[in-house]
């Protein structure tokens, strides 16, 4: 049974720096994207950053791009993600995702994941 455990979320200050984590286990397969999506209140859950299972290729949000740092360990089964410069609009519930065997190497819809953890919340203060 496939498991997503997300960490590292928290109350920070406009301009702080936050790192979540997301620790896999259950796997018996490779080949899979990893992503973190995210959900603010009242809104749908939109896609943060995504990185290929080679590492090779990452994509990110363009709300988050150049601050947000994407990053994965396949010898350890995590991804992780630096956020810099965090703004108020970036308040949500954070996820990590899992896709399996896609031709793509990130999928960045929601509806292309085969796994979510739980969520983390992280909350940026004005």
């Known amino acids: 049974q496939v498991q997503l455990v997300e960490s590292g979320g928290g109350l920070v200050q406009a301009g702080g720096s936050l790192r979540l984590s997301c620790a896999a286990s259950g796997l018996t397969f490779s080949n899979y994207c990893m992503d973190w999506f995210r959900q603010a209140p009242g809104k749908e859950r939109e896609f943060v950053a995504g990185v290929s299972w080679s590492a090779g290729t990452t994509v990110y949000s363009d709300s988050v791009k150049g601050r947000f740092t994407i990053s994965r360990d396949n010898a350890k089964n995590t991804v992780s993600l630096q956020m810099n410069n965090l703004k108020p609009e970036d308040t949500a519930v954070y996820y990590c995702?899992?896709?399996?065997?896609?031709?793509?190497?990130?999928?960045?819809?929601?509806?292309?994941?085969?796994?979510w953890g739980k969520g983390t919340l992280v909350t940026v203060s004005s």
């Open positions: 995702g899992l896709g399996v065997g896609h031709t793509v190497p990130v999928i960045t819809a929601p509806e292309g994941m085969d796994y």
